[in-house]
């Protein structure tokens, strides 16, 4: 197995707030990776006294360790686990029935020699590529379905989080991850994985430099840094064309690449 991982911050003078991280079990046998982004809270009290980073890595070293450790849990079970033990880390500091207690996106895949299983929760993107060079693109498309102008409203946005009708990230209630996008895949079917959170997807998503099977072929010749270069590259171009493309210049750039 073959793993590489890049992130980059969206802001120098702000901390990060993607997470990531790959695992081999102890058995030797497969492996795991993880990516996490941070949902940036409005400039306001969210009844919590930890940053965002925090959150991310602890419910990211949850996440990691339960999926590396326990192949009897499925991946709904991990993840409601380790939103389970985070919550509990800071339940007795912080408010977390705040609609806008940290919380982030979620992609998780694990693979041993029979099967590759799959977890996506909000809008980081999972990439599965056949052994024919065919990919598939593994979204959680509910926050896509939000109209523009309801998103610019924060009140509005917060109607929709973590509530039906709406879209769902892992915050501190565990009974979100069955609201997960998941799925099994025969292991020979898969030859590499790659997750992005959406800072990274930008370069199919927001700039159409070519679709996933594109951005894989980058991933898998350049590596995750030289994907996450190629969007900051047209981030900077399309801020001298005026910046009409994007709500904000920079967002955290995180990319995990794995040949299986």
Partial sequence: MHTETASLPGDPERPNEDWAASAVPASGQGGVLVVLDGVTPPSVDVGCVHPVPWFTARLGG???????SRPDLTLVEVLAEAIRRTAESH??????????TPQATVVVARWDAEAVEHLVLSDSVLLLESPG????????DRLDLVPPEVLRSHAATDRLRNARGGFFTAAAD??????????????SAVRAVAALTDGAARWVELFGEGDWADCLGVLRKEGARGLLDRVRALEARDAEAGGVRRWKRHDDATAVYAEL
């Fill in 174 to 187: 565990p009974s979100v991850a069955v609201r997960a996008v998941t799925g099994v895949t025969p292991r």
């Fill in 133 to 140: 060079g065919a990919v598939r693109a593994v979204r959680d």
């Fill in 91 to 100: 339940s007795g500091t912080c408010d977390l029935s705040h609609v806008r």
């Fill in 62 to 68: 949850a996440l990691t360790e339960l999926s590396a």
